[in-house]
Every structure is written in C-alpha cells, then in structure tokens.
C-alpha cells in the first residue's frame, strides 16, 4: 500500500504537469509499474456525482405505474412513456424498470423439524 503523498506525486506527474508515462514514473519513486497504474486507475474512473439520465423525468411516473401494476412489461412501459415524450432507448428503460420493480418473492416461514419427527 503506497501512502497518500505519493499517490498525489504520481497523478501530479501522469495528470498534471509532467505527462509522464507509467515506466517513467516507476522508476524515478522505485516502484513496481502495476503499483503506478493502480494508483492512477483508482482516481481515473471515479465520479463523484451520479449521471444524469433521459429516464430521470420520468422516474415518478414508472415508480406510481410499477406500485399500482408490478407485473406490467417494460416494452409496455416504453409505449406509455414514449407518447409522454421520452426519445431514448428500450433497452435504457428496461435497465431501469429491473432496478425500480418491487420484489415480488413471497415470505414463508422455513420450519425446523428433526429427521425423525416428520414421520
């Protein structure tokens, strides 16, 4: 685990001023290559707000749609939302109906009976 101070030298050298490569870097902190481009990954693909989406408007109307009928399809759902005025994909809102629809599983009670007690 490298400490904090260097992991800001090597953004600061790959990022920033510098643009050196990963070798270059490896070498001038005496480090392995894969510690270098683990430090530089780590920070890369990380966002700090979630994404907007085309969805995002009509994320009331698929919540109030999927509590009154859960069972109802997505590729119905993107008819209805479609007339409302939604321009992206189905595949975008079946993604988003997966993660929206309530679970439908049934709560039981497992029972605990010993080999012999069935009989």
């Known amino acids: 685990m490298i400490s ?3 992991r800001v030298r090597i953004r600061h050298y790959f990022f920033y001023a ?6 270059t870097i490896a070498s001038e902190l005496g480090l392995h290559a894969d510690t270098v481009r683990r430090a530089i990954e780590s920070e890369r693909f990380r966002s700090s707000y ?8 009509y994320a ?3 919540h109030q749609t999927l ?10 759902l993107y008819q209805m939302v479609r007339d409302r ?3 992206g994909s189905v595949s975008q809102l079946r993604r988003a109906v997966a993660r929206m629809r ?6 039981y009670l497992r029972l605990q009976i010993f080999p012999g007690e069935q009989g």
């Open 60 to 62: 009331a109307f698929l």
């Open 85 to 87: 005025g939604y321009t």
């Open 50 to 57: 979630p994404r907007s989406s085309a969805l995002d408007a």
């Open 4 to 6: 904090p101070e260097i």
């Open 67 to 76: 509590d009154q009928h859960p069972r109802l399809r997505a590729t119905r």
């Open 102 to 107: 309530p679970s439908l599983r049934e709560s």
């Open 18 to 23: 510098e643009h050196w490569k990963v070798g």
